[in-house]
């Protein structure tokens, strides 16, 4: 009877940590939605700003985020609860911590599943180099749909889960911009070409003559 309360009261420790320091957190740096009925992603986190803010924050402290990534919760299933679970939105976490390897997280929710909305994060997700997430779905409260509805979710459930963003063809990050290591690989791919190229060159008849 007390696990819940404590664990209550760390998450909410947790999130004011979130809140009024990034350099401490110890959690999503910034995050995205993806789904049915958005024109757009939603960002949780405004481009520049120095704290994470209360969107993200509410976010991982409602959605059942720490559950998924760490365990500890009885509370949180193995196995998807039965029905109809409605249109699936995904938000994509960004995982960046000082001195580790970034990465993402991508967690599934459904806004408009009843009685409650519905949240899963598959487990074995790699992040901060050999960190892996626990997985599980998470059964949220009302509060949770309400916050997502305030953030630009359809008030009314979609009559086409098909129609929106999909999150595969979307960046993953609300900055958008190039992934640095796929700039490289072109760099490193352009000039193996040219060096290619400058040997054919020279190794033509008559080339090597005339040096």
Excluded: C
């Excluded at 819940?4 to 959690?27: E, F, N």
């Excluded at 700003?49 to 509370?75: C, T």
Aim: no cysteine; proline share 9%; charged share 15%.
């Amino acid at each position: 009877m007390q696990r819940r309360p404590l664990a209550l009261i760390v998450i909410s420790v947790v999130t004011v940590l979130l809140v009024a320091s990034p350099a401490m957190a110890k959690g999503p740096s910034d995050g995205v939605i993806t789904g049915p009925g958005l024109v757009e992603p939603i960002a949780l986190r405004e481009p520049g700003a120095k704290r994470i803010g209360v969107d993200l924050a509410n976010m991982i402290q409602e959605s059942g985020f720490f559950e998924g990534v760490w365990g500890g919760d009885p509370d949180r299933l193995r196995h998807p609860p039965a029905g109809d679970l409605g249109p699936r939105y995904t938000i994509t976490y960004s995982m960046t911590m000082s001195r580790r390897l970034s990465g993402t997280i991508t967690q599934f929710v459904f806004p408009y599943a009843e009685p409650l909305p519905i949240t899963h994060i598959p487990a074995k997700q790699r992040f901060w180099g050999s960190s892996e997430t626990v997985g599980g779905w998470f059964v949220a409260g009302n509060r949770f749909r309400t916050t997502l509805i305030g953030l630009g979710l359809p008030a009314v459930r979609p009559s086409s889960p098909t129609v929106g963003i999909d999150a595969a063809a979307t960046a993953t990050s609300p900055h958008g911009g190039s992934s640095p290591g796929l700039v490289v690989a072109v760099a490193v791919l352009v000039l193996a070409f040219a060096i290619i190229l400058m040997r054919r060159r020279i190794r033509r008849p008559g080339l090597l003559d005339r040096a």
